[in-house]
């Protein structure tokens, strides 16, 4: 008996996008931060104020904005952390709690 080939990464990646919300990202805390630390991203610089979204093998996220002391830059009329875009190239695939999304829609 032979198997059905299943699709390749590339052209799974192509029709649809992995995000993961603030709120799955506060709820799954560890999790996320394994998947973030097994792809070479800190998740302790990662704002869980902000979604993270998988396009392909990339990973795109908000990261907060760094000093030179390391310490976080504070915008003060905001009272809130600044955070930068960033992206990490993704190894692992992102844990199965997140929604898939068609990047079409």
């Known amino acids: 008996m032979t ?3 299943s699709p390749s990464k590339a052209t ?3 029709a649809a996008s992995v995000v993961l919300s603030p709120h799955l ?3 799954h805390r560890e999790q996320v931060a394994d998947w973030l630390h097994a792809n070479g991203v800190d998740p302790n610089l990662v704002s869980a104020d ?3 979204q ?3 093998d990339t990973i795109h996220y ?3 904005d760094l000093d030179t002391d390391g310490k976080p830059v504070v915008d003060e009329d905001a009272g809130s952390a ?3 875009a960033r992206t ?3 190894d692992r695939p992102a844990p199965d709690l997140v929604r898939r999304v068609d990047e079409a829609g």
Request: aromatic fraction near 4%.
């Open 82 to 84: 600044v955070t930068v």
């Open 88 to 90: 990490a190239r993704c």
């Open 12 to 14: 799974a990646s192509k």
């Open 54 to 56: 998988v396009k392909g």
């Open 25 to 27: 990202m506060r709820r």
């Open 50 to 52: 902000h979604p993270i």
């Open 3 to 5: 198997s059905k080939p």
């Open 62 to 64: 908000r990261a907060f």
